[in-house]
């Protein structure tokens, strides 16, 4: 079911010389699209909206509301911004079926402390997100990958991640990783140290 609500206009004219007129109005120019639909341009009050999105996740489903009596639920698929107000100036929106499978790009949280820091790990992430299909109801707000037993050389990949969903992302892709990084720094400079020395030892023994 639809998380927030939004009301909109049906827009009868598109075109740059018409969205100007509706940021100037303060309303953000839009588009519903989606399977088996026409795409429908509407105009979305600029406040409601930033007010509404800062509460939702990233694949929040929107119910909208139409000043023609009918209502759309979708999920953001896109949006640009001002380069310098980082006010909103377009969105597209994706119409769903509760019953039909959509692809999203879903953002990871890593909990816990990883054994590896203990043994002098560097905890690394190596991926933000991935992309999954799944049904509109059973998309996570985010998917979230417990590393405390992560070990000093252990990772994780795509393919340790379990869900109630279809995962798109190559499930080689490393996800993070604990390096042993002190171990191979403590390695480096003993290296450097036998290396300066025998450089230098040849000029001492010339001194004398």
């Known amino acids: ?94 119409a769903i079926k509760h019953d039909i499978p959509i692809k999203v790009d879903v953002e990871l949280e890593f909990t816990g402390s990883p054994i590896g820091k203990k043994q002098g790990g560097i905890f690394t992430t190596l991926c933000k997100r991935v992309r999954i299909e799944s049904l509109p109801d059973n998309i996570p707000e985010v998917i979230k990958l417990d590393i405390t037993d992560l070990e000093s050389g252990d990772s994780l990949h795509v393919s340790d991640i379990k869900g109630d969903f279809k995962i798109l992302t190559s499930p080689k892709v490393a996800l993070c990783q604990v390096s042993k990084v002190k171990e191979e720094t403590e390695e480096t400079v003993a290296e450097g140290t036998e290396e300066a020395t025998a450089e230098t030892a040849p000029a001492e023994a010339k001194a004398e």
């Not at 100037?24 to 699209?33: C, G, L, N, Q, R």
């Not at 639909?37 to 800062?54: G, L, M, N, R």
């Open 1 to 94: 079911m639809a998380e927030f609500i939004i009301n909109a206009e049906v827009r009868n004219r598109v075109g740059k010389s018409d969205a100007k007129k509706l940021r100037a109005a303060k309303k953000i120019p839009a588009v519903i699209y989606g399977k088996e639909i026409s795409p429908v341009h509407i105009a979305v009050p600029a406040v409601e909206f930033e007010k509404t999105s800062k509460k939702a996740n990233r694949n929040a489903i929107f119910e909208i509301k139409l000043d023609n009596s009918e209502s759309k639920e979708v999920i953001i698929r896109d949006f640009q911004k001002h380069a310098i107000s980082h006010m909103c100036t377009h969105i597209d929106f994706q």
